[in-house]
């Protein structure tokens, strides 16, 4: 029960990546169309990455090893920074201490 909850909080965790970045995206500029721009596109961008590379089921392109650690430190770490750049720096660390615990749990029970 405990590794299917991890596995589940990995779910939340990539759906609170794509809002942490389109946040960012919409809060970035005074410019409307900047901000539409960067909180469309934001998101747009991440969302093709992680499923070019990081989908759990069959990616184009499957990353291992430490391919997979760095994708997933850059991905969960710009969700992290994105909520840091937006004025939400608590939000920032506690969504990056999740990220932390779940990833760690995630290699001792072998989710990865």
């Known amino acids: 029960m405990a590794k299917a909850a991890n596995a589940a909080l990995m779910f939340f965790l990539e ?15 005074e410019s409307l169309a900047l901000r539409l721009l960067a909180g469309i596109g934001a998101p747009a961008l991440f969302i093709a990455v992680w499923a070019v ?4 089921n069959n990616p ?13 430190i850059l991905w969960f770490g710009g969700g992290a920074a994105a909520l840091v750049a937006s004025g939400l720096v608590t939000a920032g660390a506690v969504f990056a201490a999740v990220y932390i615990v779940n990833a760690v ?5 072998h989710q990865v």
């Open 15 to 29: 759906l609170g990546v794509l809002f942490s970045v389109g946040h960012w995206g919409f809060t970035v500029s």
């Open 60 to 72: 184009p392109v499957p990353l291992k090893g430490a391919a997979r650690a760095v994708l997933e």
């Open 53 to 56: 590379f990081g989908a759990a």
């Open 105 to 109: 749990l995630r290699l001792v029970w």
